[in-house]
């Protein structure tokens, strides 16, 4: 089983709709990230949460919220989806004592029409 | 304003042959470095990493070099293989205590096609 999984793997919703994205994990990390993932600009931060308490904006959190359910849920949300949220969305997990190592969920394919 | 630049959008090699993806960075408060693989559909999967302590790292087939007067690094692959054809990242983190912490700032990938 994946240690790290994101539903749905693919989606698409029309433009106004709010949206979540959900993540768990079974590694038993601490620390949880959500990225998008563009053509051409790489992985980007949009959120991250050191531990369940502990939530901060990433370098584009604008149109986004997060919440942090449990040490192992972490879930992305578009409170109203617009079409250049349209990208590739991953969540990652990280140790708190294990170095900077990330490790990556499937990622979830979003498409706002 | 990107902090971590891969300049070559993509990279072909033949079987057998090495293949150098470089990477640059900007911010001298960056100082530990990793290298992720993405195949298609899939996340990306760590793959080596290298501390600003160190100018080269080595794990069988790859290996990371790092300059850090010019704020460079580079992964060498040898001998390339087929299933090494994916999208590569570099990424990079600060130390504790600054704002990066703990966090990656990623390059925007390079595609490397191994040809048999």
């Known amino acids: 089983d994946a240690d790290v999984t994101q539903t749905p793997r693919n989606r698409i919703t029309k433009t106004g709709k709010r949206i979540m994205l959900e993540c768990s994990q079974t590694k038993g990390h601490d620390r949880m990230y959500w990225y998008r993932q563009d053509p051409g600009l790489g992985l980007r931060l949009i959120y991250y949460?050191?531990?369940?308490?502990?939530?901060n904006k990433g370098e584009i959190s604008d149109g986004y919220s997060v919440s942090r359910q449990a040490q192992a849920k972490f879930s992305l949300s578009l409170e109203s989806a617009i079409p250049n949220q349209t990208a590739l969305y991953f969540c990652?997990?990280?140790?708190?004592?294990?170095?900077?190592?990330?490790?990556f969920g499937p990622g979830t394919r979003l498409l706002v029409l | 304003d990107q902090q971590v630049k891969q300049n070559s959008p993509s990279l072909s090699v033949q079987e057998g042959r090495i293949s150098i993806l470089n990477c640059d960075y900007t911010?001298?408060?960056?100082?530990?470095f990793l290298w992720y693989k993405k195949y298609p559909a899939e996340g990306p999967t760590f793959l080596i990493s290298i501390s600003s302590i160190k100018d080269k790292n080595e794990d069988g087939r790859f290996t990371v070099f790092l300059n850090k007067s010019a704020k460079h690094l580079s992964l060498h692959i040898v001998p390339s293989q087929p299933g090494d054809s994916a999208v590569y990242f570099c990424a990079a983190s600060a130390d504790a205590g600054g704002t990066s912490y703990g966090k990656l700032t990623f390059g925007q990938g390079t595609i490397l096609t191994v040809h048999p």
């Open positions: 990652a997990t990280s140790d708190s004592g294990g170095g900077e190592t990330q490790y």
């Open positions: 949460s050191f531990d369940v308490k502990d939530i």
């Open positions: 911010n001298s408060m960056f100082d530990y």
